[in-house]
């Protein structure tokens, strides 16, 4: 899958430092270019929230961080880059002069993406030389974490291009959702605009105040939105007859007078007063960036949510989410399995945030999930890999046992090493340890058992070959090796 190798943002503001986050975690370098004096204290704060949020959003082991640098001028910020995302204010002007600069600038075979939420891309291309590269690239705030970009084309802009940009987005975890014809604002801004007006005419008549509101969408269809979007839901409602039940019965409402969405609400100063009033007393307490990160756990823990759904399938978001992580390890550097006579490291990871407890400790499941993660690293070291999971077999773990020896804190450098104890390959017995890196202190072991299955057969087998020749090797390997002292104990034994 063609990866993106350096990417362009020209601005970085709330959208262009986004892009960057994204484009940087994913491994990719990324240069960008803002005038603004304040440009890199901001892109260091997004760039905090991007990594907290992707701390809590996936175990899979993302790429090493790409370099992120700011440049001097536009044109040195886009030499050498395969990707550039425009997002500049939306002001037409404005736009087609920064967009005329790229284009002059960049490699000719360049992919040049615009944030704009609205303008016509085929308005935006008037002035470029290569105007076939060019296409909206229109994302949603958090661009890090949310993963959809509506493309669209103008006249001048080929459908390979927006294939091409398609697998690309991919490859950062991200879903490059196609529009067939342009049109203004696109289809998720049609849509919002739809839904805010109305939302204005509420306010405005005292219909609700605003956090009511945003209560009615946040406890209701907002919940069901985030996983089967508008279609599928109405479909339901049709019970078993489907979509053409549903629209038999609720069509003819549509020539109701509910709504006022034909009827533009003034924003007049009166109003704007009254929702400024009740937004600050609905959330004001709270600064933005906290608000962010309330934002990007609750996101997190709904994505994580939908990727346990349709028997791990995932699905909506999670389902995009299990695939970017399916890319992750598939991509990601391997632990060799190259047999010596000292036990494996496996992991390193820094305790993030999200991870302390009201102690201020590593909160007690983080020290299983650095072993689990282990062990997920092991299993992709002799080939037990997605395709490999694909094909009907895989390594259950069926017995375990922690202890918990000392504590980690907010920062610290971790690392994981293993030692495979005796075992015949149907069964993988391993003794892992977990160290703080700047002292090497002993934090917590675990030993682990694990037990090769067939899911076709919903029975234990043997590995195959594949697989069994290169366990075989480390297990010898490791049979010289003095036992743990550790090894075998159960829950309160005195050592």
Not at 54 to 62: C, D, E, K, N, Q
Not at 471 to 487: F, G, W
């Amino acid at each position: 899958m063609a990866k993106i190798s350096k990417a362009a943002c020209i601005g970085g503001g709330v959208i262009g430092g986004a892009w960057a986050a994204r484009f940087v975690l994913a491994g990719t370098d990324t240069r960008i270019f803002d005038p603004h004096p304040e440009a890199q204290r901001l892109m260091s704060e997004v760039m905090a929230n991007a990594e907290r949020a992707y701390g809590m959003l996936t175990s899979a082991p993302l790429p090493v961080k790409g370099t992120l640098s700011f440049s001097e001028s536009l044109e040195e910020a886009v030499r050498g880059a395969d990707w550039i995302q425009e997002s500049v204010p939306e002001k037409l002007d404005l736009k087609r002069s920064v967009l005329a600069q790229i284009d002059a600038a960049a490699d000719p075979k360049a992919l040049i993406g615009s944030s704009t939420s609205g303008l016509m891309p085929t308005d935006l291309q008037r002035d470029m030389r290569h105007p076939e590269r060019m296409f909206v690239a229109h994302p949603y705030n958090p661009v890090y974490l949310l993963p959809l970009a509506e493309l669209v084309g103008g006249k001048n802009t080929t459908r390979a291009v927006l294939e091409d940009a398609k697998v690309k987005l991919a490859t950062i975890g991200m879903t490059g959702m196609i529009i067939n014809k342009e049109i203004e604002a696109f289809v998720g801004d049609r849509l919002l605009e739809a839904f805010w007006r109305e939302a204005l005419w509420l306010i405005k008549d005292d219909i609700c105040d605003t956090e009511t509101l945003d209560n009615v969408i946040r406890y209701s269809f907002g919940l069901r939105w985030a996983q089967m979007g508008l279609f599928e839901t109405y479909r339901m409602a049709g019970g078993g007859a489907g979509m053409r039940d549903f629209l038999s019965k609720y069509g003819p409402s549509l020539s109701r007078p509910w709504t006022k969405l034909t009827d533009v609400v003034d924003p007049d100063a009166d109003l704007v007063e009254k929702i400024a009033v009740q937004s600050d007393a609905q959330s004001g307490q709270r600064g933005i960036r906290e608000l962010e990160r309330i934002r990007d756990q609750n996101l997190v823990g709904i994505m994580q949510a939908l990727k346990a759904g349709d028997e791990g399938r995932g699905w909506g978001a999670g389902k995009l989410l299990a695939e970017f992580e399916a890319h992750l390890w598939k991509t990601a550097p391997k632990h060799q399995a190259n047999p010596s006579n000292e036990a494996l490291k496996l992991l390193e990871v820094k305790v993030p945030a999200v991870w302390i407890d009201y102690n201020g400790h590593m909160t007690e499941y983080r020290y299983t999930q650095c072993f689990a993660d282990a062990s997920e690293a092991l299993l992709q070291m002799i080939g037990v890999d997605t395709d490999y999971v694909r094909s009907g077999h895989s390594y259950y773990t069926v017995e375990s046992h922690v202890r918990l020896l000392a504590e980690a804190r907010l920062g610290d450098a971790l690392y994981v090493t293993a030692q495979l104890l005796p075992s015949d390959g149907k069964k993988i017995h391993t003794f892992m340890s977990l160290y703080r890196a700047s002292d090497d202190t002993l934090l917590s072991t675990y030993e682990h058992l694990l037990l090769h299955v067939s899911s076709k057969e919903s029975r234990s087998v043997p590995p195959l070959p594949e697989v069994m020749g290169k366990l075989k090797l480390l297990i010898e390997a490791h049979a010289v090796l003095p036992a743990p002292d550790a090894a075998g104990r159960s829950v309160g034994q005195r050592s």
